[in-house]
């Protein structure tokens, strides 16, 4: 399938490849997903503008002749190299005297369009492939090997005519001409002014042939547009993402480059000691791959000094302010002698510690990964966590995320079986979601998971890293001086969000399983065609995409209840 075979590539082709540095354009001022979402979306669509144009303008100053000949000797039999007009399809209600495009006929127009180019007579678009980010990606399968061209295609096309509903005999002749096999055809009248049809074709073709036929119908005047839509019903693109943790090794290269170096307004910005700190602890993280025993840092005197100052700030806040799942947690990890004053907590240890309490287990990294590859994570209960520690000088205030705030600020709430939940939930969505998706996905994240608050016994507690692990954004945000509103996902997912003061508004969710029970369902009106589930046996991320694998969830899902079941009956037993 092409979508799997050349996922990998594509995703390579169109990703992101700036770094978050000044120097890329990427703003000044404290780190964030959400910001980080939104650079992404920006340089991404940069990045598919020049692939694209980098491709039409191969495109059209290749010869389309060139085209037409290899489609007419090594994908039309010589015997059917003749005058095409003459068949006609067997399609119901078209008139008789429809002409049809041949391979003879696109020669002419281009010939004429040659012509009239070399007169100085300008035709920008009638001799512009206007070829999109589909056909590149299909493109690339066909030039993978003799066999991945010759591979049979199901694709669908949507064409826009210009000429009335007509035109649509060309097509199917086209069709024709390239061995295709039309199975099914559905019109409309277009509501694009100047164009008079709009036109889905769903067919099955070699590779080879079907861009072929793209190609050709995009030369004849007849036709608006052709847009090559869509594969089985997935994306033809078939955005690729992990299915199992071990593929998050081909994300690394996502990391955010070292930050220190070019912002003035860092801490360390003047300090090279501190500086090269962080360069050797994020070759460490690069150096990660999946399976390895997490490194293990040796901090410096200086750095447990930082950690001790922050700890026992939360250590006096938490009881009062924090809610009660985290402080559950946070009391286990100080019983476990992890939380102690005298000395960082290791991600290793704190990783087991993790995956005895809910199955999450830590990943270091050498800053903050893309917004997608991050949330991404979080779908196979993985966090990806800084080992680096914040500037001695700053201890209660960092630019971006470091050990202190994740030890502090996310450790303990994903120790909690259903906030845990919570957050695999929200990386399960991100995968395969769009960019503007991954945007709204962040913003929901960094008003829950970074900056919450939930309601217990009537009182407003704070759940969010962000507020855990900084003081004064803590109790600015349980003041009366912010405003306070009740978690609803679709609303906060598009609430502009405050990255240089402290936020003006929070979010206040009922309880962990109220904002997981909202959450699904505003999940479900995302634009994905498909949804997936987590495997804990296998470790794997599932596409619930055929009848075999809903039939095999429903297998274990009656094991699951039978279960349930068996325990409910034996609870009811009298002693």
Not at 149 to 161: H, P
Not at 359 to 375: E, H, K, Q, V
């Amino acid at each position: 399938m092409m979508a799997v075979a050349a996922a990998q590539k594509n995703r390579e082709m169109f990703a992101i490849k700036k770094s978050y540095s000044i120097e890329n354009g990427y703003p000044s001022r404290r780190r964030s997903l959400v910001d980080d979402a939104r650079f992404e979306t920006l340089v991404v669509k940069q990045t598919k503008q020049t692939v694209l144009e980098e491709a039409r303008n191969k495109a059209n100053d290749a010869s389309l002749e060139e085209c037409i000949q290899q489609a007419k000797g090594e994908h039309i039999p010589a015997e059917q190299n003749v005058e095409l007009q003459d068949e006609q399809p067997n399609f119901e209600n078209l008139p008789a005297e429809e002409e049809y495009v041949a391979v003879d006929e696109i020669e002419s127009e281009v010939a004429v369009e040659s012509e009239a180019q070399q007169s100085g007579d300008e035709q920008p678009h009638k001799n512009d492939y206007g070829i999109t980010e589909d056909e590149i990606v299909l493109a690339n399968a066909v030039s993978e090997s003799a066999e991945a061209e010759a591979a049979m295609q199901s694709a669908a096309l949507v064409v826009r005519l210009k000429e009335g509903i007509s035109s649509l005999g060309r097509i199917l002749k086209a069709i024709e001409t390239f061995h295709g096999t039309v199975q099914h055809v559905e019109s409309r009248q277009s509501r694009v002014q100047g164009v008079d049809h709009d036109v889905l074709i769903k067919l099955d073709m070699t590779r080879g042939n079907l861009l072929q036929l793209i190609r050709s119908l995009r030369q004849t005047g007849s036709f608006s547009s052709i847009n090559l839509l869509a594969d089985n019903n997935i994306s033809v693109k078939a955005p690729w993402f992990p299915k199992h943790a071990s593929e998050l090794d081909n994300c690394n290269h996502l990391m955010t480059k070292y930050e220190p170096d070019l912002d003035m307004n860092h801490p360390g910005f003047a300090d090279k000691v501190y500086r090269q700190r962080r360069k050797e602890i994020a070759e460490i993280a690069f150096a990660y791959k999946y399976g390895d025993p997490i490194p293990y840092i040796t901090y410096s005197d200086v750095e447990v000094k930082t950690w001790r100052s922050v700890f026992r700030t939360v250590q006096d806040l938490a009881p009062k302010h924090a809610c009660a799942e985290y402080r559950a947690a946070f009391q286990k990890l100080q019983d476990e002698q992890i939380f102690v004053d005298n000395r960082l907590p290791q991600l290793q240890e704190m990783s087991d510690f993790l995956r005895r309490n809910t199955g999450f287990t830590l990943r270091p990294a050498a800053g903050l990964l893309t917004a997608r590859d991050f949330l991404a994570s979080l779908a196979f209960r993985i966090f990806q966590s800084t080992q680096y520690v914040r500037h001695v000088n700053s201890p209660y205030h960092t630019p971006e995320p470091d050990c202190i705030h994740e030890l502090l600020g996310h450790m303990p709430l994903l120790a909690d079986p259903s906030f845990a939940q919570f957050s695999q939930e929200i990386g399960l969505a991100s995968l395969g979601a769009s960019d503007e998706e991954i945007e709204k996905l962040s913003t929901v994240y960094w008003f829950t998971v970074e900056f919450g608050l939930c309601k217990e016994h009537g009182q407003i507690k704070a759940y969010g890293a962000g507020l855990l692990s900084s003081y004064g954004e803590l109790l600015h945000a349980i003041s009366d001086k912010c405003e306070h509103r009740a978690f609803e996902p679709a609303s906060t997912a598009v609430q502009p969000y405050q990255d240089q003061e402290y936020q003006p508004i929070y979010y206040v969710a009922e309880s962990f399983e109220d904002a997981k029970d909202k959450f699904r369902r505003w999940v479900s009106t995302m634009s994905r065609p498909f949804e997936v589930r987590f495997n804990p046996h296998t470790e794997r991320v599932e596409i619930l995409d055929s009848v075999d694998k809903l039939e095999t969830l429903v297998q274990q899902m009656n094991t699951e209840i039978l279960h349930l079941t068996n325990a409910i009956s034996k609870l009811r037993r009298p002693f």
